[in-house]
């Protein structure tokens, strides 16, 4: 089994912060890369960012310069920081991960069962 552990979402003031965390455990070989993506009501999931193994990183154009990713590959975890919010990064955000279990000769993605981000005006 793999899981994934999320923290720090909750109830912030437009322009706040907050910095949300994501632990994987389990049989894990190795992890190739992490990420958080989020769902809005209404609306389809969508990337927020994604970082590999090398630390390459990826960002929504919405978030490009509020929020950083950063991924602590001995501890297997990824942080999300999340500056400046506004009302509409209100959303579920799940924390994903590419891993490669013991067992596996393949990669394949895990996800987070989701925390709750609320951004009032």
């Known amino acids: 089994q793999v899981q994934l552990a999320e923290s720090g979402g909750g109830l912030v003031q437009a322009g706040g912060s907050l910095r949300l965390s994501c632990a994987a455990s389990?049989?894990?070989?190795?992890?190739?890369?992490m990420g958080w993506y989020r769902q809005a009501p209404g609306k389809e999931r969508e990337l927020v960012a994604v970082?590999?193994?090398?630390?390459?990183?990826n960002y929504a154009d919405s978030v490009e310069g509020r929020f950083a990713i950063s991924m602590d590959n001995a501890k297997n975890t990824v942080n999300l920081q999340m500056n400046s919010l506004i009302p509409s990064d209100t959303a579920v955000y799940y924390c994903?991960?590419?891993?490669?279990?013991?067992?596996?000769?393949?990669?394949?993605?895990?996800w987070g069962q989701g925390t709750q981000v609320t951004v009032s005006s």
């Open positions: 970082i590999n193994s090398g630390g390459n990183t």
């Open positions: 994903y991960a590419l891993v490669r279990r013991w067992d596996s000769l393949v990669t394949r993605p895990y």
């Open positions: 389990g049989s894990i070989r190795n992890i190739n890369g």
